[in-house]
């Protein structure tokens, strides 16, 4: 068999296209390259936008605002100090974009005017704040991506 152009143009294609199919298959099913969706109910929860625009426009008229600091206890969410503690309602929920096992939500329950999310419940790295609390009965939500 004489090898020509024709031949290694051939050999090319074939080389190339086993190339293609090591990764696709490679990347279907090794669990190291398994990745999630941000959301399971993806559309569900795009519908209410809406609400977190209104939420943070409400946020904006605040003279202060929530605002958080990271300690040695631990991550603490300090809201408005004119604000009477006993009427703030709400949840905070901290997503972790590498992890969604180390995710969490926990409801504001507060005797300062300050809640402390504990060091032992959060790794180092990326998350995403999400603070949705009501004061009297109005709507607000901080957000917020923070390392830790």
């Not at 904006?60 to 300090?78: A, D, F, P, Q, W």
């Not at 939500?105 to 998350?127: A, M």
């Amino acid at each position: 068999m004489k090898f020509n152009w024709g031949t290694g143009i051939v050999l090319a294609f074939i080389g190339f296209i086993s190339f293609i199919m090591y990764f696709v298959i490679s990347m279907n099913f090794n669990k190291k390259y398994n990745h999630d969706l941000v959301t399971e109910d993806y559309y569900k929860v795009e519908l209410g936008y809406q609400k977190d625009i209104d939420k943070q426009n409400n946020a904006k008229t605040l003279k202060e605002n929530i605002s958080y600091t990271k300690t040695s206890e631990g991550l603490r969410i300090v809201f408005p100090k004119n604000f009477d503690i006993k009427n703030i309602t709400g949840k905070v929920f901290l997503y972790r974009p590498s992890n969604k096992q180390l995710d969490f939500e926990t409801p504001i329950s507060l005797s300062e005017n300050y809640l402390l999310v504990p060091d032992k419940r959060l790794l180092d790295g990326r998350w995403n704040l999400t603070v949705d609390w009501q004061y009297n009965g109005t709507p607000y939500i901080y957000k917020a991506s923070i390392n830790y």
